[in-house]
């Protein structure tokens, strides 16, 4: 090569500049991402009650079955109750969430009360999350960071406070 010419064959060598986002970019990218999450949660509390309502929580006699109607899904006895003859914490909690998709409160109660709770924050979970999400932002959450997380946390924590609690009380008194 002639040393007057320049070197044509030279390649810039920094790496290449990420895209920056502006932010009404980023809030808008963010936003699409929540509404995808908040529809898709809509999605999947549909299908559990979908399931609900296609499990038959009776006997063939048409009595209220209290518990094992997950079997009708595939699932497998509980191991728990099977090795020891008593029912675990969430024992009866898919025939309690069938029993109540199938309108038969009392029943649902019965089989195991803390499903029916379940059953009830997660109807109202699906309508939040199908409003929410065709409104794009989350309803009735505080601006607060960090509000949401704990919402979610105190509702699950006194939920498996709740079943932990009303199976200490079924071991203890029968």
């Not at 030279?10 to 999450?37: G, H, N, Q, S, Y």
């Not at 997950?70 to 006895?77: A, F, R, V």
């Not at 499903?115 to 929410?132: D, E, Y």
């Given at each position: 090569m002639h040393p007057e010419q320049p070197d044509t064959n030279t390649?810039?060598?920094r790496p290449p500049r990420a895209k920056v986002l502006r932010p009404a970019e980023d809030a808008a990218?963010?936003?699409?991402?929540?509404r995808a999450a908040l529809l898709s949660l809509a999605a999947a509390?549909?299908?559990v009650f979908a399931a609900a309502?296609?499990?038959h929580p009776?006997?063939?006699?048409g009595a209220p079955r209290t518990m094992s109607t997950h079997t009708q899904l595939g699932m497998p006895p509980c191991n728990f109750a099977v090795l020891t003859g008593k029912p675990c914490p969430s024992c009866g909690m898919t025939t309690s969430f069938a029993l109540l998709?199938?309108?038969?409160?009392?029943?649902?109660?019965?089989?195991?009360?803390?499903g029916t709770t379940i059953c009830v924050i997660w109807a109202l979970t699906l309508v939040w999350a199908l409003a929410s999400g065709l409104r794009g932002q989350p309803l009735f959450v505080p601006k607060r960071r960090g509000a949401g997380e704990l919402i979610f946390t105190c509702v699950t924590g006194a939920?498996?406070?709740?079943?932990?609690a009303r199976?200490?009380?079924l071991l203890i008194w029968g």
């Amino acid at each position: 090569m002639h040393p007057e010419q320049p070197d044509t064959n030279t390649r810039d060598e920094r790496p290449p500049r990420a895209k920056v986002l502006r932010p009404a970019e980023d809030a808008a990218r963010l936003k699409r991402v929540v509404r995808a999450a908040l529809l898709s949660l809509a999605a999947a509390l549909t299908a559990v009650f979908a399931a609900a309502a296609y499990i038959h929580p009776y006997d063939e006699d048409g009595a209220p079955r209290t518990m094992s109607t997950h079997t009708q899904l595939g699932m497998p006895p509980c191991n728990f109750a099977v090795l020891t003859g008593k029912p675990c914490p969430s024992c009866g909690m898919t025939t309690s969430f069938a029993l109540l998709v199938h309108g038969d409160v009392s029943a649902s109660l019965r089989a195991n009360w803390v499903g029916t709770t379940i059953c009830v924050i997660w109807a109202l979970t699906l309508v939040w999350a199908l409003a929410s999400g065709l409104r794009g932002q989350p309803l009735f959450v505080p601006k607060r960071r960090g509000a949401g997380e704990l919402i979610f946390t105190c509702v699950t924590g006194a939920v498996v406070f709740l079943m932990l609690a009303r199976w200490g009380v079924l071991l203890i008194w029968g």
